[in-house]
């Protein structure tokens, strides 16, 4: 069945280094990709998304591009802030079912 | 626009007891989905309703788990009896379009159960 497995955490950065969290996917057909975080006591939010391949999805600085050839949507940020500490989902949406990744937690330290 | 409405935001139970949560989606989203989140893994889709019609409870434990979503507004998640291995974060999330895999799903904050 359809999968998607992320890089394993805790991952500490110090503020200002650039980060990337690695992701992949299994999946029949050609489904969305996203990435949710979760900031500490707050629900799942979309951080951002792509649609079909080749696509780059970006938003508060983080950016990611859909890679049908490598079957990949890392995450990546050229500076992190300690605000950027939180937990980040990477899933993938086949016909209306997200399927998530376990998450990878990241912690900015000053 | 009012977000993903949940209550309780934390439940505490013990084993074989009842419980039953709350979702009020954003207005006029048609589907709605509940999720399942144990500690350190993502969610797992329990069931997703479109309108007030069923179109997936594949994940759904339905010896203990139910779902209804009344006049295709609100929906509530049941367990009963609950086990310890339910203990988990139940995240309700709506979207506005039907199985549109492109659509964003909208998440509320999520309840989090605890079973004793």
């Known amino acids: 069945g359809d999968s998607v497995t992320q890089m394993e955490g805790p991952v500490t950065l110090s503020e200002e280094a650039f980060l990337t969290i690695n992701c992949t996917y299994t999946a029949t057909g050609y489904p969305s990709l996203f990435w949710y975080v979760q900031y500490p006591g707050e629900g799942l939010q979309l951080l951002l998304k792509?649609?079909?391949?080749?696509d780059k999805g970006s938003n508060k600085g983080f950016e990611a591009t859909y890679r049908k050839e490598t079957t990949s949507f890392h995450l990546e940020k050229g500076s992190v802030q300690v605000s950027d500490s939180a937990v980040y989902f990477c899933a993938l949406n086949q016909g209306g079912k997200l399927i998530f990744g376990q998450g990878t937690e990241l912690s900015v330290k000053p | 626009e009012a977000g993903v409405a949940q209550s309780p935001r934390y439940k505490i139970i013990e084993k074989r007891q009842s419980v039953a949560f709350w979702c009020n989606p954003i207005?006029?989203?048609?589907?709605l989905y509940w999720y399942q989140q144990i500690l350190g893994q993502g969610p797992k889709l329990l069931i997703q309703?479109?309108?007030?019609?069923?179109?997936?409870d594949s994940q759904l434990p339905k010896d203990r788990f139910s779902a209804e979503r009344l006049k295709g507004v609100d929906s509530t998640l049941k367990i009963q009896p609950a086990k310890l291995e339910d203990s988990a974060v139940y995240l309700c999330?709506?979207?506005?379009?039907?199985?549109?895999?492109?659509?964003?799903?909208?998440f509320g904050p999520g309840t989090r159960l605890t079973v004793l």
């Open positions: 207005s006029g989203h048609a589907t």
């Open positions: 309703f479109q309108n007030n019609g069923v179109v997936d």
């Open positions: 792509a649609t079909k391949a080749d």
């Open positions: 999330a709506s979207s506005s379009r039907v199985g549109m895999g492109t659509d964003t799903q909208y």
